[in-house]
């Protein structure tokens, strides 16, 4: 036998198909009497149940099966009350449980029982069931509504390394668990609505129509059909009534839930934590039992007791602080730890800007999704703090702990806010490089496997690492070419890497030139825009055959004297062209261009530098300087 029950229990699937097809039979099936008494009894077993382990549970998902359950009891209830109302209107009889409940509550007096059974019900549909349904239709929008905000949360503090991946994965799970849950409980609600109807409906339909049977098939005397038929609708509803009730109470206690923990031990803790809360109330009570026609025999004890229980929870919370020390050192030490962690992106105040952090979080709204838009790259938030280290009225802005700018701003000053927020803006772009890391890379391949996952297959990892992949980015972000088109990227790289490929072939610098000529139209573009002409500083061969040299030599061959020279003719050149309202690009041969890139950043990092691969052939050229031999001299 125990083997057999073992077996079954390996298969609860099949377990709940069989309860299922159970609960619609009974809608249909007559059953014995003894049988309905056993149904009973399981259903009230089965409410107070219900009820304790809402009552127990510390978090709502826990219980997540609740609103399955609450459908299947509701079912469950409704296959009793039909059984029970057949064997009513045909036998005029319904078990013993039902005819004891019934006798119980009517003592003979039928008017009484039916107006105590309309009160619970009452009580039931207009109080709990009422008030559980608009709570859950709440509870259900605001968490939808909600659910957004918290992924885009979890994914920034994932993208500015704060979260584990394991930690975020599990976070998303249980912020749509929680979505689930309480979407779920919504509609659940509306079967505990519908059953108090439901019970309603029937019990009239058993005393009208037990009524009509008695009188006109039975042949029963009026005060006898009321007495027989009154006792046994009476003492059903009464028993679906009371699991109803159980049951609606425990879809309240689910909805209601605003904190963790067990209800038995929150409640207590937070009603009676207050000392003077329970001194005013016993004062109050002890007062009120003193006055001439109260009941002082009952309400000076309860004040007694009150004044008693804050007597000695003021006992207890002046000995908190020593109990606690422990957990306050954690606290300081959590805190340093927390001082320690490194933000991507920061700003400090001085303490009296504190006043100015709203307003500037207003202004910084747009920053990231600008970014976003203009380079293809998500930054991590900006973190605010203060200083207490800083003039009172100084700001420095900081990028992975290091100091970027600095300065000074008017309290409640709008529009140095505002100019603050655009320099902002202009040195995460200029530092995006910096920014980007091996998480939001790995988003953007899988952002792009949904659209085209042959290239990412046949790319990542089979032909460069995402390390490789990194570095590539970083260097195209490092002179403000976007990333957007991550799919264009990857098809290039797979185009221009063979199988099997050798470790020079997978160089970040020459990936990134392969890149930049796969990118050329899109980089004309963002450069020139609608214009035609390029005013272009151009290098003369033979500077360019030497920078090249170097480059293939795999040597730094370039003398430092050289760099100099070449970096003040650009500099020299730049300047006189800006004099005259022309913004130049410097123009030179593909294998040259990027270490001369590498060659001049440090004194100029926002000028383009482009090879003649990148320029679109509806663009003309027209020279207006030119770096020559004599820096080679």
């Known amino acids: 036998m125990k083997g057999k029950i073992r077996q079954l229990a390996r298969h609860p699937e099949a377990i709940l198909a069989f309860g299922v097809i159970g609960l619609i039979l009974l809608l249909v099936l007559p059953l014995p009497y003894i049988v309905l008494d056993a149904l009973l009894s399981i259903s009230i077993v089965l409410s107070v149940i219900t009820l304790l382990l809402t009552l127990y549970i510390e978090n709502a998902l826990e219980f997540s099966a609740f609103p399955s359950l609450l459908l299947c009891m509701t079912l469950f ?90 930690e975020a994965k599990k976070r998303r799970k249980k912020i749509a668990e929680e979505a689930e849950f309480y979407g779920a409980m919504d509609g659940a609600s509306k079967f505990v609505k519908g059953d108090a109807i439901a019970a309603l409906i029937i019990t009239l339909v058993n005393l009208f129509g037990g009524l009509a049977i008695g009188v006109g098939v039975n042949h029963l005397s009026f005060y006898e059909s009321i007495e027989t038929y009154s006792l046994l609708t009476i003492g059903d509803g009464l028993v679906s009534q009371i699991p109803a009730l159980l049951v609606s109470l425990a879809a309240g206690m689910m909805v209601t839930r605003a904190s963790s923990g067990s209800l038995g031990l929150t409640l207590p803790q937070q009603v009676f934590y207050n000392p003077k809360v329970l001194f005013i109330s016993g004062l109050l009570l002890l007062f009120l039992g003193l006055l001439p026609g109260m009941p002082g025999k009952v309400m000076i004890p309860l004040a007694l007791i009150l004044m008693f229980v804050g007597w000695v929870r003021l006992k207890e919370k002046k000995e908190e602080p020593k109990e606690h020390k422990n957990d306050d050192e954690e606290i300081v030490q959590e805190d340093v730890e927390k001082a320690l962690l490194v933000h991507p992106l920061e700003i400090e105040l001085g303490i009296h800007l504190l006043a100015n952090a709203e307003e500037l979080l207003g202004e910084m709204k747009g920053i990231r999704s600008r970014i976003a838009k203009k380079l293809g790259i998500l930054v991590p938030p900006i973190h605010i703090s203060d200083s207490l280290e800083m003039e009172v009225t100084c700001y420095q802005f900081k990028i992975k702990g290091v100091s970027i700018f600095c300065g000074k701003l008017k309290k409640g000053d709008k529009e140095e806010i505002h100019k603050l927020v655009n320099g902002l803006e202009e040195q995460i772009e200029s530092h995006a490089h910096e920014l980007l890391n091996r998480q939001e890379v790995a988003r953007l391949v899988k952002n792009a496997k949904a659209y085209d996952s042959a290239v990412v297959d046949e790319l990542i990892p089979k032909k460069i690492t995402l390390g490789v992949l990194l570095k590539v980015l970083q260097n195209l972000l490092k002179e403000s070419i976007a990333i957007r088109d991550i799919v264009s990227i990857l098809e290039i790289l797979a185009d221009n890497i063979p199988e099997n490929p050798k470790e020079e072939l997978t160089n970040p610098d020459l990936l990134s030139e392969h890149v930049r000529r796969g990118l050329s139209r899109g980089i004309s573009e963002a450069v020139f825009g609608k214009n035609q002409i390029v005013h272009a500083i151009t290098i003369d061969p033979k500077v360019e055959q030497m920078i090249a040299l170097a480059v293939n030599g795999g040597n730094q061959l370039i003398r430092p004297s050289t760099s100099i020279k070449i970096t003040s003719a650009l500099l020299r050149l730049t300047k006189a062209a800006k004099e005259e309202g022309v913004f130049p690009v410097v123009l030179t041969q593909a294998s040259s261009r990027l270490h001369l890139r590498r060659i001049v950043e440090k004194h100029l990092p926002h000028l383009p530098i482009l090879s003649y691969n990148e320029l679109s052939d509806e663009k003309t050229i027209k020279t207006i300087g030119k770096v020559t031999n004599d820096v080679l001299l």
Do not use: C, H, W, Y
């Open 77 to 166: 209830r409704l296959g009793l009350n039909i059984a029970s109302t057949r064997m009513i209107l045909l036998d005029a009889r319904a078990g013993d449980i039902i005819t004891a409940f019934g006798g119980f509550v009517t003592r003979d007096n039928f008017l009484v029982g039916m107006i105590l059974f309309l009160l619970l019900t009452l009580i039931n549909f207009i109080v709990v069931t009422k008030g559980a349904s608009r709570i859950a239709e709440v509870a259900a929008r605001f968490t939808l509504e909600a659910l957004p905000g918290k992924q885009m949360g979890i994914d920034a503090e994932l993208n500015a390394r704060m979260l584990a991946p394991d």
